[in-house]
């Protein structure tokens, strides 16, 4: 491979200690889907830091001084819509344990395999607004509205609550 991928183990482990606290959860997430700037590779990190009015960024992590620079990583919806229908096709009773903090100690399906969860929706920010605000409540006198025009690198997943079956 000539390529360096960034793996995100962190949305993983959120998603599963979700699925193990509330079962039968609904989900509305946004972050930024890409990063201007950031390293090369796929989902790579953006490294920054704020000196006065201007931004200083660096070409890699590795020499980032300790606590003295924000290191940002995109989040790929559609990644992780995949990853969320993953953990909840899981058994309960065959997840780790709340301790575990290790991603690799669940056996992943091929990729083939799996298909987003029923009810759940990956939106560009900017759609899910024209869809679901109040537009005429959220533009400035200028006519601009910052929910449909700001944030173009960010994006929405949402999934429904799944219902609660009484046998």
Known sequence: LNY?????????LFLRKIQRQFPHHGI??????????????????LVQRTEG???????????ADYGKYDI??????TNLRILHQ??????LSSSPSPSSD?????????PATLAPAPGSQVWKTSTFMSSYADL???????GY?????????TSIFAVAPRPIRRD
Do not use: C, K, W
């Open 53 to 63: 009015d201007s931004t200083v960024e660096l070409p890699t992590y590795l020499t």
């Open 28 to 45: 509305l997430l946004a972050d930024f889907d890409e990063l201007p700037g950031a390293m090369p590779g796929v989902n790579a990190p």
């Open 145 to 153: 509205n910052p929910l449909v025009s700001d944030f173009s690198n």
């Open 72 to 77: 940002f990583f995109p989040t790929n919806f």
């Open 102 to 110: 290790s991603p690799s100690d669940v056996e992943v399906e091929e």
């Open 136 to 142: 005429a409540h959220t533009r400035t006198r200028s």
């Open 86 to 91: 993953q953990v909840i096709s899981t058994p």
């Open 4 to 12: 360096v991928q960034y793996i995100p183990t962190g949305s993983m």
